[in-house]
């Protein structure tokens, strides 16, 4: 039986599907693209904007179309799956805690259409290693699950329940099967991993848990997904000093205004965050720092965004991602009153993202002449050019017969042209 698996949204559904995969594939199932017949195609929702849910929506109608068995899962499944369950053709809403039991329903779709089945429990689940399979170079491994803060604007608590992690025993023998699988690079991915080891017996931590890995697998690079600022430990530092992680960070700010940090429930505020981005660039002055911005939440005036807008250019920060505020059900912001006018949302979207369009690319500048650790992606197919991805996050070209997706490699960058930056090979792959 062939199967199609199409994820929309985070780095842990990225993992999830992978597991999907997984499993499957231990249970002689076929997966397949959406363009080779597949005979179900299982969509993996997301719901964290309203952007995300229509593109959800989007996604099941056209696998519909295609005449396979269609089944829903993801957060957008969870929240609201009789909301899915009205769209024709749709076999099966699951929820996120069955998702490891995908087999199981598959062998029980009805063979005749009918409405769809609904199969939703409360989220919170105990976390159980699952299989892994993925046509990715890097591995994402999902370590953690769950939210135990109360961001006013975020619905994703609500989908994933309460935070809890695999154990390190867990974790550990999943980076060596990984390992095993070829993967160079392994990023640890999660809700919210700051929270990591809090639910284990005996407790552990983030930082516990980088120190067991990176001295067991020396020859394996370690990255971090995203990491609340009141939680980073700079204990982390240490480690990305050393090589064995990544000297890239993804620290969300969402605000540049105390006001809107508070009315947001953050739980820090922007002289916190300047300072912790400050004291990481200070000791690792090459790395690569990334954030997330929201703009056009509720009751942000033009003086806030401007303060937002001075915070990011100030800050050594190498690129940021920004959405307009997307109002979410059962969220506290959705009670608001005082909403932004969605033209001036985009525009300040536009400014926002053309600022870090120029911060990427001095980032991008300062790193030629240097060496760095790269693992290949792709084969752009055109003349021995391979594409692959620094350590610290930033994509690069490079000419060389022979390299294969996958590989570990170091390369000295000799160039930043309109079409990205260029390298050239100095050892053989590791």
Do not use: W
């Amino acid at each position: 039986m062939k199967v199609a698996i199409a994820t929309l949204g985070c780095k842990v559904n990225q993992s999830e599907s992978s597991s999907i995969e997984g499993i499957l594939r231990e249970n002689n199932f076929e997966i397949v693209q959406h363009t080779d017949n597949p005979d179900i195609v299982i969509v993996n929702t997301c719901t964290v904007t309203a952007k995300s849910d229509y593109q959800s929506r989007q996604l099941i109608r056209k696998a519909v179309r295609s005449g396979a068995k269609v089944i829903a899962t993801g957060c957008y499944a969870q929240l609201r799956p009789h909301e899915l369950s009205i769209i024709e053709g749709l076999d099966l809403v699951l929820g996120n805690s069955a998702k490891h039991k995908i087999v199981d329903y598959i062998m029980s779709l009805p063979k005749k259409p009918g409405k769809p089945s609904i199969d939703v429990d409360l989220p919170g689940s105990p976390m159980v290693l699952q299989p892994y399979h993925s046509s990715r170079t890097r591995a994402f491994l999902k370590i953690q699950d769950g939210c135990n803060f109360s961001c006013s604007y975020c619905a994703v608590p609500m989908a994933r329940g309460k935070s809890r992690s695999l154990s390190p025993e867990d974790v550990l023998g999943a980076v060596k099967r990984l390992d095993s699988d070829g993967y160079k690079e392994i990023i640890l991915t999660g809700i919210h991993i700051g929270s990591y080891g809090l639910d284990v017996q005996p407790k552990s931590s983030l930082v516990h848990l980088i120190g067991i890995l990176t001295s067991a697998n020396k020859h394996i690079r370690f990255r971090l997904s995203s990491i609340e600022p009141q939680e980073f430990k700079s204990e982390i530092l240490s480690y990305i000093k050393k090589g064995s992680m990544c000297a890239h960070l993804h620290i969300p700010l969402q605000s540049g205004s105390d006001y809107i940090l508070k009315e947001m429930h953050r739980g820090y505020t922007t002289s916190f965050y300047m300072e912790l981005i400050d004291k990481i660039v200070s000791e690792c002055p090459d790395i690569s720092i990334g954030t997330d911005i929201i703009v056009g939440f509720p009751g942000e005036s033009e003086v806030d965004f401007t303060k937002t807008a001075d915070i990011l250019d100030r800050l050594p920060l190498s690129y940021f991602h920004v959405f307009p505020y997307s109002n979410r059900p059962g969220t506290q912001a959705s009670l608001s009153a005082n909403q932004v006018d969605k033209r001036i949302s985009r525009e300040r979207v536009k400014t926002l993202l053309e600022l870090s369009r120029k911060k990427r690319e001095r980032y991008k500048a300062r790193n030629v002449g240097r060496i760095l650790d790269i693992i290949v992606e792709r084969n752009t197919g055109t003349d021995g050019r391979f594409i692959g991805i620094t350590d610290n996050y930033l994509r690069v070209s490079i000419t060389s017969e022979g390299l294969i997706p996958g590989q570990r490699l170091k390369a000295r960058v000799i160039s930043l042209t309109q079409s990205g930056l260029s390298a050239e090979l100095l050892a053989q792959p590791l």
